[in-house]
């Protein structure tokens, strides 16, 4: 080999080491920052897409300012059966957003996050209960004997034994004491009030099942059931299998239900668990995500079933989703004074005296007051999401009362589907007849607190057949909701979905049905097609037709001179 070719060879050997060196150490760099993420933040790992959707709520939300003609974009939806979808954000105003900040201005300070809370102050402290009547927890323990823990997540696999909680202490969702403890001593002197001559389970309601226990209960995850200890001489020999989800013979919905086994048997396994508080048992999994679903097939009915306790019950959820469970924590905290059990990844055989499996729920969206335990009603549940979010106004402010202050009209606008055309032509119209106008653009990634101090502070509020209109649960007593219907014959499930729902609340409801003109189907076909003449007749090719037709491919463009009478009698309901 020639001297020149060996000394190329030697400079290409050293560059090629020096390579290999870097490489090494890039690789080492990477390995021990996944192992760094790994140990300190699994969620970024296990709950990627849970991740997605919390990020936007993880931020410190700033002070919010509403204005004349402003947008706001803090709707909660996402697509499911009641349809609403994802937007980008816009802002409008007389004048851009410089302009409105220099404006009249409502500052809502007290919009905030709910993981990023301080702890809640006083969990059992003496003061008014869900219905507002005051009441004192008793039977809090020795606080000697405890060690309390704080805890960031509400939600726990290894529990107390023996429950207790002091009324002064914010930490008070986490006790560690551990007293040892065997099913006969827990249950001595505990007489079972679910007799032998009934059914462990209700199952006559046609949208769930409710199984209701008192006696000695036991709650095994390993095995996915609920056991219910048979009292000497009983010959009862009952077994149930519950998807705790009230969508009862919905198989697409219940497909990711987990299923238990609620049984009656004469011998339980030995607890490793014991609580003096019921336990409820239910499922987040089915359509919830979707605003309206996470109200009518959660919010009402865990309120509807768990309001009796006045905060004294243990929530199990059979199925958890962390994410879901971050953005509504503000309601589960202001139901259960414990941390949420998660059953799937729960260790612990658990002791309870009073267990309940499954959500009492009615028609969509509402409470049979007649049926419901203490017969709570909706204008109760309307009450209760106001004080779960510290809302500070009670009913609307009527005209004149303040005459410096316009009656509020929030308009919730909407992108891509069943958007309104005329928006600029709308919002002028309300304007002159005296209102001042905020615009609420439907964003998934909405805070519902934010978006709660919003309703509250309007007195009406409009929008087409969706998702968004799920928010007149925050607004004020004997304000106004405004339904406007798209074409297609749906004025049946509309006033189910809403009607009825918002006048149960104590609300005034507006339904306006949008004529052919108003309609963006006029623009796809022609004035004497059968989509006009007869849409009837397109409801038996099945919902989903339907939802694509006349939910999915269409926009209003209201008529302002008809629609103008709707808002003027929406300004009569504020008059004294």
Known sequence: MKMGERSKLVRNLRQESKRFRMLVVVVGFFLVSLTFVIIAKPDAILFTDAAKKISAEQQETPSLVIEEKTTINELEEAPRIVEDEPVEPTVRGNNGETEAKEQSKINLQKVAVDTNE???????????????????????????????????????????????????????????????????????????????????????????????????????????????????????????????????????????????????????????????????????????????????????????????????????????????????????????NYPIIDLKNDNEVRCYKHVIVGLHAYMEFTIDSKLSPQNVTMVDFNAFMRRAYDLPRKSVTVLGEQPSKKPRLLIISRKRTRTFLNLDEIVDMAHDIGYEVVINEADVSSNVSQMAHIVNSCDVMMGVHGAGLTNCVFLPQNGTLIQIVPWGALDFISRLDFGDPSTQMGLHYSHYSISVEESSLLDKYPRDHDIFRNPVAFHTKGFQFVKETFLDDQNVRLDVKRFRGVLLEALDHLSP
Not at 171 to 190: H, K
Not at 228 to 233: H, L, V, Y
Not at 244 to 259: Q, S
Not at 281 to 291: A, Q, R
């Open 118 to 336: 301080e702890p809640r102050q006083n969990e059992n402290t003496i003061g008014p209960d869900h219905f507002g009547n005051n009441n004192e927890n008793e039977g809090a323990g020795d606080k000697k004997d405890q060690v309390k823990h704080k805890v960031t997540l509400p939600t726990v696999s290894n529990y107390t034994i023996n429950d207790s909680t002091d009324p002064k202490s914010d930490e008070s969702r986490m006790d560690t004491e551990v007293t040892l403890q065997t099913n006969d001593e827990f249950f001595e002197s505990n007489t079972p009030t679910t007799t032998s001559g009934e059914s462990l389970c209700d199952l006559s309601n046609f949208r769930a099942n409710v199984c209701d226990m008192e006696g000695e209960i036991v709650i095994d995850p390993r095995s996915k059931s609920v056991l219910f200890k048979e009292p000497a001489g009983s010959s009862r020999n009952e077994m149930f299998k519950i998807q705790p989800y009230p969508r009862k013979g919905d198989k697409f919905c219940l497909a990711h239900t987990t299923e238990l086994m609620v049984k009656s048997v004469k011998d339980v396994p030995q607890c490793t668990k014991y609580h003096d508080m019921p336990a409820l048992v239910f499922s987040i999994t089915g359509y919830t995500g979707n605003l309206f679903h996470d109200f009518t097939d959660v919010m009402v009915p865990l309120f509807t079933t768990a309001s009796r306790f006045n905060g004294e019950v243990q929530l199990v959820m059979s199925d958890y989703m962390i994410w879901w469970v971050r953005k509504y924590d503000k309601v589960l905290q202001s139901l259960s």
